[in-house]
Structures are given as structure tokens and as C-alpha cells.
């Protein structure tokens, strides 16, 4: 479903990316893991056609991003860490636009807007502005968005930002149950528990490079560690950089 | 849970349609129209206020354009070449003017926008996303110059013999004038985007700006319009005539849109050549605009 290939970015002499190849087949919920600056929101934004790779290419659905572009973002369901939202629109305007821009209208549509509100329970606000809304709703509009064309592939970045726990354990149980019905989930975060509890394979990326992809017990065994502890596996493969440069941030 | 059938999409729309540009902009107009509906007591009174400054603004001009045509009306053998060189001169700073905000207006809705993470990660087609991007750039940069042009040709139209053809051709005129300023600023700001970085960008449009006020005033000087405006003071009927043997700028889209206003003046059938330039070249313009986009936006 994702498929990197030797994908690259540079910025002058900075390589913030260099020769990341990766697949995540249908089904799987990825996580995608790094310290601050390792390249997760480079590549993310290179999967999602934002930034265009100095080399190597990006398939989404078995699409080439550059070639087919339509086709791949068709495929592609986007959460950037910080979503755009049109303030002065509501909630039910706004799904509306979205479905539009996916080729869908009518009856069809509204039905699907009525579920996906009532999901992310936001249906008794939907004719409501989103500008009057709280961070978490709006967190969870965005996420009923993403849901509006049933997106083969969903990329999220830092999904639980902002949410309440009622709110990320709706999000963590959509996320599953997305995944249980063959679709495949690409999440960068840095909520280790959360990767740890929901990711079916995890990625680390550190100076631009996956320097460690694997399930737990894989990334266990490369760590060299005991326990099933993602915060020290993390830890230990990038040296408490990621560590250092959090209690920085 | 509405994720565990999903239906079956219907198929996908791809290609460029003016349906799609549509689609795009409709976040702004429902945008527009729901600020309107939640307008509080002091958004009204700001709106009025705002209005109402306007409306002043716009009865200045037109009362200075009317006593200038009715002066000029005075000079019986003078009137026509007169006439002919104000709106020669008004052409042209209503091009210059729309040209300077277009590529100020460019870089904001096409390049800096918000919403434009969104957009460009779906599905739509990049010469949509660029058709859309250029009517909200020429709504966003046209709509004040094409505002206060209208008392400027009203008061051509009150001291013309026929008022009506003559607001039918500045419509003629002014559309095209639109079209073709909007569509090479949003071309200079393209360029400019795909050799330096946003912010240097922003830094040179500023430099731009006040290039432009040169611009405009040296296109002005060159009509030379104060000596026209007291031709007694002009001896030589030779020379007063020379006053029009300046460099006439007539490759640029403002003479030809002089030459339509002229006639309509004049209450004369609107002349072809200009007319088949004007929209010629607004309908070229789009096109090259579109071409670039696709190759550099």
C-alpha cells in the first residue's frame, strides 16, 4: 500500500532524508518513530505530495506520487500535525467540501457526513462554525475528513495531540478497526506507549536514516534489551539523542 | 462503525472542468457569506463606516474627472486629443495598478495560503487548483481598482453623447484589462517563487511596490498630460500636436483598451483590431499563465 524507494530529500547540504526505502503492506498499522529533526515530518510530507524528493519515488495504492499524482492522493488520507480547517465554515460545509473534492455528492455523501460526525460525536454541532470549536473537536473533524473517502492509506502525523482520553481512545479504536478492514495506517508519533499499544511494525528514523523497522519482539532483539519496552528499545538505538532533544523541546 | 463496509465510491472526477474550479471556491464564497450572516452589531457599523468612506472617496473622483472633462470640453478644437490622452492616461494606471496588486495578491492566495497543505495533498488536478487560485487572485487584487474605476469612466459617461455605448465599451475594455494583468502578475510571481525562497520573495515584492509607484508615475510623465490640460499655454499649434508624437506605449494592452473607449466616446462602431488584440491576448495570457503553472507551480 506505501512503498518508499530509496527516497531522498536535501536542503542545500543538509540531507534530511537519505535513501529511505520501506513497505507497508495492506492492513498494517505502521508507526513511524524519531527524535526531533531525524527527517518523520520530511518524509511524511514527501508521502503526502507536499515536498518533492530530491531522488527516489513514493507509491501510494500502487500509484507513483509523481506520475499519477490524482490517482495516489486518491489513495492518500492526510492528518498533518498541525490540519488546516476553514474557520468560517461548518462542520457539515466543511465535510461536504471534502467529499466534493473526492468525486462524491449527494445522498451518498450527506449519509456518509451524518455517520462519520455521529462517530466523532460531533453531530448535535454540526451546523455550527468550526471557528467556536475546541481543539479536540476540532482534532476529531479533521479525523471524520481524513475518514470521508475511506482512504486506502491514512498518514497521520502526531494523531493524539490535543485530544482528551476519551478522544484517543475513540481515535486508537477507529485506528484499529480501520486497519482489521484492510486498510493501512502510517502513524508518526512521539507517544512511544501509544505506538507501542497500537502498531502492528515500527520504524525508527534518526538523522535521516531507518536505522531500526520491525515488530516488537524484532526491534527487542536488535535493541539487545529485555522487557518489551519501547521507551528504552527507542532509547537505546539512538543513544538518548531523541531523549536529550525532547527535554529540550 | 462507518468504517467497517465501506460503499463503493463512485468514480472519481479527474479532469479539469470549470466545474471543479468552482468546487474549489466554494470554501471562500460559503466563507464570505457565513462572516456576513454572523456579523455582529460592530462589524455592521464597521462595514458601514468602511462604505460609506468609499462612497465619498468615489464622489471625489468622479466630481474631479467631471469638472476636468467639463473644462476640457471648453477647448472646442482641443477636446478630442484631450480627451483622447486622459484616457490614455487612466488606462494605464488602472493597468499598472492592477498589475502591482496581482502579484502582491499572487503570492498570498497561490503560494502562502493556509488551506494549500490541504488542497494540494487531494486529488485535484494541478490546473484546477491553479484556475482556482487565479479567479480568487483576481477577485482579491481587481475588485477595489474596478470599483473606484467606475466613477472615473461615469464621468465620462456624463459628459459623453452616448453614455451607455460608452460604459459598454469601458465593460469591454476593462474585462480583458483585468484578465490580462492578473494572469502575467500571477505569471511574475510564479517566476519569482521558483528562483528565490518566500520570504526573499516577500522582501523584493515590497522593493516591487515602490518600483511600481515609479513605474506608474514615469508612465504618467510620459503622456505628459499637465501640458495638455492648458493648451493656451502651448503657441505653436505644431507643438501642441507634437504633445502627442511622445512615445505612445502602443504594445501595451492600456492603448488598445484607449482606442475602444475612444469610440464609444464617439459614439463610432468599436474598432476591431483593438478589441481582437484585447481578448486575444487576456485569453493567450491564461493559457501561457496555465503552461508555466504546470511546468513550475
Not at chain 1, 540531507?15 to 518524509?43: D, R, Y
Not at chain 1, 532483539?221 to 522487557?227: D, P, S, Y
Not at chain 2, 472633462?69 to 482641443?78: K, M, R, S
Not at chain 2, 484631450?82 to 487612466?90: F, K, R
Request: proline content about 5%; glycine content about 8%.
Amino acid at each position: 500500500m506505501i512503498r518508499l524507494e530509496e527516497l531522498a530529500k536535501s536542503y542545500g547540504s543538509h540531507e534530511a532524508v537519505k535513501n529511505l526505502s520501506l513497505h507497508v503492506p495492506a492492513g498494517e498499522l505502521f508507526g513511524f518513530l524519531g527524535p526531533n529533526g531525524a527527517g518523520k515530518t520530511t518524509t511524511i510530507k514527501m508521502i503526502a505530495g507536499l515536498l518533492q524528493p530530491t531522488s527516489g519515488r513514493v507509491l501510494l495504492g500502487g500509484h507513483d506520487l509523481k506520475r499519477e499524482p490524482v490517482q495516489a492522493k486518491a489513495a492518500l488520507g492526510f492528518i498533518p500535525d498541525r490540519p488546516f480547517l476553514y474557520e468560517k465554515l461548518s462542520a457539515n460545509e466543511f465535510l461536504r467540501f471534502i467529499g466534493g473534492i473526492y468525486g462524491f455528492d449527494g445522498n451518498g455523501l450527506e449519509s456518509r457526513i451524518g455517520e462519520l460526525l455521529e462517530l466523532v460525536e460531533l453531530s448535535h454541532v454540526r451546523a455550527e462554525l468550526i471557528e467556536s470549536f475546541s481543539h479536540g473537536m476540532k482534532q476529531r473533524l479533521v479525523m471524520a475528513a481524513a475518514f470521508v473517502h475511506q482512504p486506502k492509506v491514512l498518514v497521520v502525523d502526531e494523531p493524539m495531540v490535543g485530544l482528551d482520553p476519551k478522544g484517543a481512545r475513540l481515535i486508537k479504536k477507529v485506528f484499529r478497526e480501520y486497519c482489521d478492514t484492510g486498510h493501512t495506517i502510517f502513524v508518526s508519533t512521539h507517544t512511544l506507549d501509544v505506538a507501542q499499544e497500537l502498531c502492528d511494525r515500527i520504524g525508527i528514523i534518526m538523522n535521516g536514516e531507518l536505522i531500526a523497522c520491525g515488530t516488537m519482539d524484532e526491534l527487542e532483539n536488535h535493541a539487545k534489551t529485555e522487557g518489551h519496552d519501547l521507551e528504552e528499545i527507542f532509547l537505546k538505538l539512538t543513544s538518548g539523542d531523541g531523549f536529550r532533544e525532547s527535554e529540550e523541546s | 462503525m462507518a468504517f467497517a463496509n465501506p460503499r463503493k465510491a463512485e468514480p472519481l472526477r479527474f479532469e479539469f472542468t470549470p466545474r471543479q474550479v468552482i468546487a474549489l471556491l466554494v470554501p471562500s464564497w460559503q466563507s464570505f457569506r457565513n462572516r456576513r450572516r454572523s456579523a455582529g452589531k460592530s462589524d455592521v457599523f464597521r462595514g458601514l463606516l468602511f462604505a460609506f468612506v468609499g462612497l465619498v472617496f468615489g464622489l471625489f473622483v468622479f466630481g474631479g474627472f467631471y469638472r476636468m472633462l467639463l473644462y476640457i470640453g471648453q477647448f472646442a478644437e482641443f477636446t478630442a486629443p484631450l480627451t483622447h490622452q486622459v484616457l490614455a492616461t487612466t488606462s494605464t494606471f488602472i493597468l499598472t495598478l492592477l498589475f502591482a496588486s496581482t502579484v502582491v495578491t499572487a503570492l498570498s492566495t497561490q503560494y502562502l495560503s493556509d488551506d494549500l497543505s490541504l488542497l494540494v495533498s487531494s486529488p485535484i488536478s494541478l490546473p484546477a487548483l491553479y484556475g482556482s487560485r487565479l479567479v480568487l487572485t483576481a477577485l482579491q487584487s481587481s475588485w477595489m481598482v474596478v470599483l473606484f474605476s467606475i466613477p472615473i469612466y461615469a464621468a465620462f459617461a456624463f459628459t459623453s453623447p452616448a453614455p451607455w455605448q460608452f460604459l459598454g465599451a469601458a465593460a469591454l475594455a476593462l474585462a480583458p484589462l483585468v484578465v490580462i494583468a492578473v494572469a502575467v502578475g500571477s505569471m511574475v510571481t510564479s517566476v519569482l517563487m521558483a528562483v528565490f525562497p518566500a520570504r526573499r520573495v516577500r522582501e523584493m515584492l515590497v522593493l516591487l511596490a515602490a518600483l511600481f509607484v515609479v513605474l506608474l508615475v514615469f508612465l504618467i510623465r510620459v503622456q505628459q498630460p499637465e501640458k495638455l490640460l492648458n493648451p493656451h499655454s502651448i503657441y505653436d499649434i505644431s507643438e501642441f500636436f507634437a504633445a502627442f508624437q511622445t512615445p505612445s506605449a502602443s504594445l501595451l494592452p492600456s492603448s488598445w483598451a484607449t482606442s475602444l473607449l475612444i469610440a464609444g466616446r464617439r459614439a463610432q462602431p468599436l474598432p476591431f483590431m483593438p478589441l481582437a488584440l484585447l481578448w486575444s491576448t487576456a485569453a493567450a495570457t491564461t493559457v501561457l499563465g496555465c503552461w508555466l503553472a504546470r511546468a513550475i507551480y
